[in-house]
């Protein structure tokens, strides 16, 4: 047993990790066709056999158009369920980490080069129509979103609730909604992507009535036991847009909506360089939405190592800490933060029990 706060239990509904780490998500443009495949099983198994608590997928969309690229994993056709059930049975079968599918639309980012040829806009023979609720191009050399309708928004709706059935079906603990990033949801969210003159823009009110929207069709079809989490960029860097008192805000509307977790990130709402900031730079939007809107939290951003996790989890900072770019350098950290933090019974996947042994050489 230990009292390092990194390796202490959390618990949401029906889902308890066994520490506070999770594994940030992060688009591969690996899938063809949304079907994710071999370097989805060893990406995320990887994290699993690595300790990480919970194993957070890629952004995966509910739509064939609400891919970013043409490599991007989706949960939009009934061939998905078995691609992913795959992946989420060797994470149950192979170690106690818990694995959440992170649910999205693209929106006005969508129809994109892989970010390994730079990201940019399709050429028009693949390119795709795009859609977002206003008809407000991402960058200058963005594709123009068609402003959506109720018809679209309806169609959406469904297919998150689709979606959703379909993770139950892949055996996924907890979904993560992507309302962050400036894609389909978070566009709604900033008044810099929503300028609609409807009930689903203006006031905050209005614009969080998607999301909630899409939110409350997840609920509907998902099990009562198992949570679900929603990211959001808790402040746009950019002047007129999401300011951290919104996002606290934010976490009020969806904790009374039934929200189990809000995972607090910022930025990439517009093509605006955002300043280059250094540390924990987003944990104290995390640490405000927290203590303020009362909602369990996630922290994300420069999380580097076990004692700042410490930190964080005993400060009443984050309730998880996600970690993107270093789970990519050490899929393996939480069995180094183990070990650098003197937790003995940590334990290692049995076939690589002989780990546990290994005494490095500096
Ligand atoms: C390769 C890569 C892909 C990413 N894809 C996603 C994604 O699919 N969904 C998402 O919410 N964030 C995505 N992110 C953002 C990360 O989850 C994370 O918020 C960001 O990298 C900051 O965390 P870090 O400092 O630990 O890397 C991605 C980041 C990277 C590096």
Same mark, same amino acid.
């Given at each position: 047993m230990t009292d390092a706060p990194m390796f202490t239990p959390f618990t949401l509904r029906g889902m308890t990790l066994k520490n506070r780490l999770a594994m940030s998500p992060m688009c591969q443009y690996s899938a063809e066709d949304g079907t994710a495949n071999d370097w989805h099983l060893v990406h995320l198994g990887s994290r699993a056999m690595g300790g990480t608590g919970l194993i957070i997928t890629e952004m995966t969309d509910i739509s064939p158009e609400g891919r970013i690229s043409e490599g991007c994993a989706g949960m939009y056709k009934p061939e998905h369920v078995a691609a992913w059930k795959r992946v989420v049975d060797f994470v149950h079968s192979?170690?106690? +980490?818990? @694995?959440? @599918?992170q649910l999205a639309h693209a929106g006005r980012k969508a129809s994109c080069m892989f970010a390994w040829e730079g990201g940019g806009p399709l050429p028009a023979e693949r390119a795709w129509e795009i859609i977002a609720p206003s008809a407000i191009p991402f960058s200058a050399d963005s594709q123009t979103p068609r402003?959506?309708?109720r018809a679209d928004m309806d169609r959406l709706i469904e #297919?998150?609730?689709q979606g959703t059935r379909w993770a139950e079906e892949a055996g996924f603990d907890m979904i993560e909604i992507h309302g962050g990033h400036g894609y389909l949801i978070s566009s709604f969210i900033s008044p810099l992507s929503n300028t609609r003159t409807d009930e689903y823009g203006g006031s905050l009110e209005n614009r969080m009535r998607f999301p909630l929207e899409v939110f409350h069709a997840i609920r509907a079809n998902w099990p009562d036991d198992k949570p679900i989490s929603m990211r959001i960029s808790a402040y746009d860097w950019v002047e007129g847009g999401t300011e951290v008192d919104d996002a606290v805000e934010i &976490?009020?509307?969806?904790? +009374? +909506?039934?929200?189990? @977790?809000?995972d607090v990130s910022s930025g990439n709402v517009t093509d605006d360089v955002r300043p280059r900031v250094e540390g924990l730079f987003q944990t104290p939007f995390s640490e405000r939405v927290r203590?303020? #809107? &009362? @909602?369990?939290?996630?922290?994300?951003?420069n999380v580097g190592g076990?004692?700042?996790i410490n930190e964080v989890i005993a400060g009443g900072r984050a309730d998880l800490c996600c970690m993107a770019k270093g789970q990519l350098f050490d899929p393996y950290f939480a069995h180094h933060a183990a070990r650098?933090? &003197?937790v003995e019974d940590y334990k290692w996947p049995k076939q690589y029990a002989a780990a546990g042994f290994f005494k490095p050489v500096d």
């Amino acid at each position: 047993m230990t009292d390092a706060p990194m390796f202490t239990p959390f618990t949401l509904r029906g889902m308890t990790l066994k520490n506070r780490l999770a594994m940030s998500p992060m688009c591969q443009y690996s899938a063809e066709d949304g079907t994710a495949n071999d370097w989805h099983l060893v990406h995320l198994g990887s994290r699993a056999m690595g300790g990480t608590g919970l194993i957070i997928t890629e952004m995966t969309d509910i739509s064939p158009e609400g891919r970013i690229s043409e490599g991007c994993a989706g949960m939009y056709k009934p061939e998905h369920v078995a691609a992913w059930k795959r992946v989420v049975d060797f994470v149950h079968s192979q170690s106690d +980490a818990k @694995i959440a @599918i992170q649910l999205a639309h693209a929106g006005r980012k969508a129809s994109c080069m892989f970010a390994w040829e730079g990201g940019g806009p399709l050429p028009a023979e693949r390119a795709w129509e795009i859609i977002a609720p206003s008809a407000i191009p991402f960058s200058a050399d963005s594709q123009t979103p068609r402003e959506m309708n109720r018809a679209d928004m309806d169609r959406l709706i469904e #297919a998150f609730a689709q979606g959703t059935r379909w993770a139950e079906e892949a055996g996924f603990d907890m979904i993560e909604i992507h309302g962050g990033h400036g894609y389909l949801i978070s566009s709604f969210i900033s008044p810099l992507s929503n300028t609609r003159t409807d009930e689903y823009g203006g006031s905050l009110e209005n614009r969080m009535r998607f999301p909630l929207e899409v939110f409350h069709a997840i609920r509907a079809n998902w099990p009562d036991d198992k949570p679900i989490s929603m990211r959001i960029s808790a402040y746009d860097w950019v002047e007129g847009g999401t300011e951290v008192d919104d996002a606290v805000e934010i &976490g009020r509307m969806m904790k +009374a +909506a039934g929200l189990d @977790i809000l995972d607090v990130s910022s930025g990439n709402v517009t093509d605006d360089v955002r300043p280059r900031v250094e540390g924990l730079f987003q944990t104290p939007f995390s640490e405000r939405v927290r203590a303020e #809107a &009362g @909602i369990p939290t996630m922290t994300v951003g420069n999380v580097g190592g076990p004692e700042q996790i410490n930190e964080v989890i005993a400060g009443g900072r984050a309730d998880l800490c996600c970690m993107a770019k270093g789970q990519l350098f050490d899929p393996y950290f939480a069995h180094h933060a183990a070990r650098s933090l &003197g937790v003995e019974d940590y334990k290692w996947p049995k076939q690589y029990a002989a780990a546990g042994f290994f005494k490095p050489v500096d």
